[in-house]
Each structure stands twice: as structure tokens, then as C-alpha cells.
């Protein structure tokens, strides 16, 4: 079978969440491609699809929007994962829960054109530079921290549940 595992990224940390996804199918003998969403051209050979963007603003980022729109006939033909990479673990602890619901918030524009399985909503990474001057200083004022929150056992047994998913009958093959 071969697997899809595309991202995009702005800082990087979406891309890394990527490569640790498709190292984990690829252990479990699945033929995963890695590759940023604005690479790629046809899906036919692909028979499932892990699919991930960094979150701005509530939103995936653009090249990510722009892949679901330009792909929209094929989403519903074959299973679909998704990841968002956003920063919940940066906020403080009364907010967590808050931003956790935040994950339906950001797939709604496109998750009805999707065959989708899951949707997982990962802690990334979060430094200063990445930020504007004002939202440095919004950031600070709401309380978060700065750091690197990904949580690789959590998005290890993810893709592990996914290759498990793949390799039933119930998997890919049914949906595809
Ligand atoms: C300008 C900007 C806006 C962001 N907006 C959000 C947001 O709305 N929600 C969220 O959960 N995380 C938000 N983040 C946090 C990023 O999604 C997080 O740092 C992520 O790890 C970035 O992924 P990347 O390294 O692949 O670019 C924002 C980060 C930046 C720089």
C-alpha cells in the first residue's frame, strides 16, 4: 500500500511531525511518501492520505487550503488523516481545554469533501522569532510560554494506530 503523508510548514516543526509519521508506517511495511502539499500533482497512486498543516490563525496554512481545494474530487475516494500542529500546550492551563476544541474549528471549511478517518490536533513548537512585534507581546500577555510542546510518543502511537487501520480489511483497502 502506499500512504501520502503530506504537510506544510512555516517554522518547520509540522514538517518533522511529517517524517516521524511516515518513519512509523514505513516500520510497519507500508510504502509512505513524505512530501510538502504544494509538491504534489496526482493522487492516483496513493491509496490513503495523512495529510497535516501548521495552524495560523485558526486556519491551516494556505498551500495547505489551496491542495484541499485543487484535490477536492479525490479527498472523498480514499481514507483520510488529518493532523494540525498548533501550540494548545503553550497556553496556559485554563486555557488548554478551551483551545483543544479548537481542532473541529479548523478542519470545518473542507471536512465534509473528506473520506475522513481522524482528525489529531498536536502541540508544536513556538519561538519568539516567529513571531510579529505585537504578537510577541499578545502572546506574553495571554500567558504562553515559548518552547518546543510536540509530544512524540503521542503522535507515535497515532501513526501506529494508523498503520493498524491500513493493514485490516476495514483499512484503506475497503474505503479506497
Ligand atoms: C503567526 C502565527 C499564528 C499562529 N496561530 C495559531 C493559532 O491560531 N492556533 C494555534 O493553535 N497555534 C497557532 N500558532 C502556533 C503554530 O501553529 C505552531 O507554532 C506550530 O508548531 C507551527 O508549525 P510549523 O513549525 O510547522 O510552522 C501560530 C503561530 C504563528 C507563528
Redesign the pocket.
Known amino acids: 500500500m502506499t500512504v501520502l503523508v503530506g504537510?506544510?510548514?512555516?517554522?518547520?516543526?509540522?514538517?518533522?511531525?511529517a517524517e516521524r509519521i511516515a518513519a512509523v508506517l514505513r516500520r510497519s511495511g507500508i510504502a509512505a511518501e513524505l512530501r510538502a502539499l504544494k509538491a504534489v500533482g496526482s493522487l492516483d497512486r496513493f491509496e490513503a492520505l495523512v495529510l497535516g498543516?501548521?495552524?495560523?490563525?485558526?486556519?491551516w496554512?494556505p498551500e495547505a487550503l489551496e491542495f484541499v481545494a485543487r484535490q477536492r474530487g479525490q479527498l472523498g475516494r480514499r481514507p483520510v488523516w488529518l493532523f494540525?500542529?498548533?501550540?494548545?500546550a503553550?497556553?496556559p492551563r485554563a486555557f488548554r481545554a478551551m483551545?483543544e476544541s479548537?481542532g473541529p474549528k479548523?478542519i470545518a471549511p473542507f471536512r465534509k469533501a473528506l473520506n475522513l478517518r481522524q482528525h489529531q490536533?498536536?502541540?508544536?513548537?513556538?519561538?519568539p522569532d516567529?513571531?510579529?512585534r505585537w504578537?510577541r507581546l499578545f502572546f506574553r500577555a495571554c500567558g504562553c510560554r515559548y518552547g518546543?510542546?510536540?509530544d512524540w510518543d503521542r503522535i507515535e502511537r497515532w501513526a501506529a494506530e494508523i498503520a493498524a487501520d491500513c493493514a485490516t480489511a476495514g483499512g484503506a483497502q475497503r474505503s479506497a
Open positions: 504537510y506544510a510548514t512555516e517554522h518547520g516543526s509540522s514538517r518533522e511531525i498543516s501548521a495552524v495560523h490563525n485558526q486556519k496554512l494540525s500542529v498548533g501550540m494548545p503553550a497556553l483551545a479548537e479548523i490536533l498536536f502541540s508544536g513548537a513556538i519561538r516567529h513571531l510579529s504578537g518546543d510542546y510536540r
